[in-house]
């Protein structure tokens, strides 16, 4: 360059000044696509849309509603209804399911009108990878084909500031060491992928986010936890607050509840303080640790999910369905249910 040399040491310290904070700006991963130590989560306000038995296939993921016969266009028409009911209730943000026998086929080029149809509108997309055919047992088993896989997907999304990534769904097959290289080893490998969009589950069933938090190498990024009744059993509302906030650790500023639910078709009432139902005092204790934390969550499931006692749907749904091909409606299974899950988003 042919600039003159600085007249003072006063100038030749701003000039230096200013340079450090240019080239801070210029270097590959800017402070803003670092998520800051402290951000509240309250901004996801979600549902998990999932495939009616679960997102454990060999198979391609036809979430509920939809057909492996639908076109992109088809796929649009259908998740725009389901959104539309969605959004009735606060609803801002979905966590969608993929996997390798679904990513890169003809399939996935029209499962993406979901995707699309949702950040059109400005919702946020959490993909998250579901074991399957190369998993086994919470682990990956076949490592090339889960990049390749992620790589499509960040790839297409990298650049678009709906979409969030979650590498892995509860990767319980692994060690708590095992499973922190993994999952820094995504980070390194999808550098598509800004670090402040990706949510790295906890050990486990993505239920402890302690020893995640604790890690560097995932300073910049979202955390993704799970919290259901089977974990633990019976506890006291007290209890239940104490037992998610343990699990939480340090992190509960930079979590999403990605995961919770309970029981929205048999008329409990998750309105009364005083109820000693388990499920009552559960969802109550965890929607109460989101809003003590401003965490953002997606209720597990809106729609879709595993069948219970052989029925046609997940007691654990916060909608029914109703509707054939791209007239879907959704109608609220439990009012109180779904106040308290709006209660633990800050709504």
């Not at 796929?75 to 969605?86: E, I, L, Q, T």
């Not at 088993?141 to 509860?170: C, I, K, L, Q």
């Not at 909608?319 to 439990?334: H, K, M």
């Amino acid at each position: 360059m042919n600039e003159r040399p600085p007249r003072s040491r006063t100038t030749a310290l701003r000039r230096s000044l200013l340079l450090l904070v240019v080239s801070t700006l210029a270097m590959g991963g800017l402070f803003a696509t670092s998520a800051p130590a402290n951000a509240a989560t309250n901004q996801f306000h979600g549902m998990n849309w999932a495939v009616l038995g679960d997102n454990f296939s060999k198979g391609p993921l036809v979430i509920s509603g939809l057909s492996q016969t639908d076109s992109n266009a088809t796929v649009r028409a259908k998740a725009n209804a389901v959104y539309d009911d969605m959004a009735a209730i606060g609803v801002n943000a979905v966590r969608l399911p993929i996997n390798t026998h679904t990513v890169g086929t003809a399939w996935w080029e029209a499962y993406r009108g979901a995707v699309d149809a949702a950040t059109a509108r400005g919702f946020k997309v959490i993909l998250t990878y579901w074991e399957d055919g190369a998993a086994s047992g919470g682990k990956v088993t076949d490592y090339a084909a889960w990049n390749t896989m992620w790589s499509r997907v960040t790839s297409t999304y990298g650049s678009n500031a709906n979409v969030y990534f979650e590498p892995m769904n509860e990767p319980h097959g692994y060690s708590s060491t095992e499973w922190r290289n993994v999952a820094a080893e995504w980070l390194r490998y999808h550098y598509s992928a800004v670090p402040s969009r990706v949510l790295i589950g906890g050990t486990g069933f993505s239920q402890d986010l302690r020893d995640i938090c604790n890690d560097s190498r995932f300073n910049g990024t979202l955390m993704s936890f799970h919290t259901y009744t089977f974990f633990a059993g019976a506890m006291t509302y007290d209890g239940w607050r104490s037992y998610i906030q343990t699990r939480l650790g340090n992190c509960a500023s930079r979590a999403v509840m990605t995961e919770y639910g309970a029981p929205m078709s048999n008329g409990l009432n998750y309105s009364n303080a005083s109820s000693t139902d388990n499920y009552v005092r559960y969802l109550r204790a965890a929607t109460q640790v989101m809003r003590d934390n401003q965490m953002g969550g997606t209720y597990w499931p809106a729609i879709g999910g595993k069948r219970t006692d052989g029925g046609g749907f997940d007691w654990y749904s916060m909608f029914s369905q109703s509707g054939s091909g791209t007239s879907i409606d959704l109608a609220v299974r439990n009012s109180s249910g779904r106040d308290r899950v709006r209660y633990g988003w800050g709504l």
